[in-house]
């Protein structure tokens, strides 16, 4: 189930003090309004009942989805302490997040039934072929759904707020995972970060071999 404590916040802009509900574990399965509060990337959305003054309270929680078999660690840039597996969160996928677009990833691409570590794989290809058409150093892209024999990302190029949305043929995911059993890649037991630094570690080790 769903673990949630009421905490008493102060308004910064009216000073007024405020009850807030925070959540230290989600259970996708109970809740699932929770989870469409994730995926709209709207969870941690609070307004001053008094002023009406906005603010993002972002804090650490767990994601679990014990029917899809993941648990996934939210923690937020600059908060203190790490979450240990216990014996209970074995049989679980395990995953570390720093903000809801990388969640909401995650959760797409195991309700999609994909592996995120052949998929940061083909996110590698991809932004590779991106940095090149557009000209730019730096490109974010996220998995947004499955098409008809391709899979969609959305894309985020510098200075722009809006992305664009990019296909690739979904052969390029079998050879991902080709390259997964080719490097006999375990799964690791611990909340892991899968991202492009790890994509770019994977093949760095496959181009090796």
């Not at 969870?43 to 078999?69: E, H, I, Q």
């Not at 809801?100 to 991809?126: H, P, R, T, W």
Request: with cysteine; charged share 25%; proline share 4%.
């Amino acid at each position: 189930m769903s673990t949630q404590i009421t905490k008493d916040i102060i308004c910064p802009q009216c000073g007024e003090t405020q009850k807030y509900q925070l959540y230290t574990s989600i259970n996708s399965v109970d809740n699932p309004e929770m989870k469409n509060l994730v995926m709209m990337e709207t969870l941690f959305d609070w307004r001053c009942s008094r002023c009406n003054y906005f603010a993002d309270m972002a804090y650490p929680f767990l994601y679990t989805d014990p029917k899809a078999g993941y648990i996934i660690c939210f923690k937020p840039v600059g908060s203190i302490g790490n979450v240990e597996p216990t014996s209970v969160m074995e049989q679980y996928i395990k995953r570390a997040v720093k903000n809801l677009a990388e969640m909401k990833e995650k959760i797409l691409i195991f309700d999609s039934g994909y592996d995120d570590v052949a998929m940061e794989l083909v996110k590698n290809a991809l932004c590779a072929i991106i940095k090149n058409t557009y000209k730019v150093s730096t490109v974010h892209a996220y998995f947004s759904r499955l098409g008809e024999g391709e899979l969609e990302f959305a894309v985020f190029l510098p200075r722009k707020n809006e992305p664009l949305y990019h296909s690739t043929k979904a052969e390029v995911y079998r050879q991902s995972e080709e390259v997964l059993r080719t490097l006999n890649y375990e799964e690791p037991g611990d909340f892991s970060r899968v991202d492009a630094k790890l994509a770019r570690k994977i093949l760095e080790q496959y181009k090796n071999i």
